[in-house]
């Protein structure tokens, strides 16, 4: 079992907790800019690459795709996933898989991720992957956590706890990055332990999405809502100075 694996299983539902509020970055800041970038998902075949608990799914269910898959990597984090959907009646299909290799020949209209892609290593491949599931002109819609976010993770050094001071930009350095998930840290239910993950910039993020033979069609970089300008100012100028999200838009040309 990779280490990643383990991690998400352990923090599942610290994770479902954490994000189940409407006040999350991902209600007010995220989602809704994806909502104006998907193309209409009515009678749509949809998978979402790396659904964790579902959320997304759920909501890209709604939408009326016809078909909608979830994976990951994570087992506990699919029971909740799994659960969410009987409780509600949804006919979501969640199944394990490891995204950073091919997993199914099974090919989708539109393809979804939200908050994936710095767990994987080779992004070349990952976005070979994503050519390869999508149907001729089928339409990728890709939330990463936005590379300025990504570059002030701690580099990765031997199993010790980084301190604040390690928190700081490094953009160009693409070693790899071990943290306290900040929502961890803060939940007294859990034990802090240290996350892995990787560092890409725009330019790995384009040279990638050429490469495999993608069209870029759009991207996002979301505002938090005007009104925390007032409300909240302190987590509004932080947004700003660090935001969460680059959201991607891509097509698989005919
Ligand atoms: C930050 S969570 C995002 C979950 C979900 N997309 C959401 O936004 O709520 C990251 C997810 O990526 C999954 N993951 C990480 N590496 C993966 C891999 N190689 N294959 C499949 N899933 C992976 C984790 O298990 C976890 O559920």
Known sequence: ??????????????????????????????????????????????????????RFTFWLEKEGARRMVGADIADNM????????????????????????????????????????????????????????????????????????TAQYPIRHDSVFPTDDEWTIRYLDRRERA??????????????FLSRSYHHTFSDYGNAIIGAGLEIVEMQEPLPPEEWKEKNPERYDGFIETPSFLILKLKKPA
Not at 30 to 36: A, D, N
Not at 111 to 124: C, G, P
Not at 179 to 192: L, T
């Open 1 to 54: 079992m990779s280490e990643t694996e383990q991690n998400w299983d352990k923090m599942a539902l610290a994770y479902e907790d954490f994000t189940s509020g409407t006040d999350s970055y991902s209600c007010q800041i995220e989602w809704p800019c994806i909502q104006k970038m998907l193309p209409p998902l009515s009678g749509k075949t949809v998978i979402d690459l790396g659904c964790g608990t579902g």
């Open 78 to 149: 699919l029971s909740i996933a799994q659960k969410k959907a009987q409780e509600t009646g949804s006919r979501a299909v969640f199944m394990k898989a490891d995204i950073s290799a091919p997993f199914t020949d099974e090919k989708f209209d539109v393809l979804f991720s939200s908050t994936v892609t710095h767990y994987i290593q080779d992004l070349n491949a990952l976005f070979r992957l994503i050519h390869g599931m999508l149907n001729q002109e089928g339409v990728a819609v890709l939330s990463v956590m936005h590379p300025v976010y």
């Open 179 to 192: 943290y306290i998930q900040p929502w961890i840290e803060y939940n007294d239910s859990i034990d802090n």
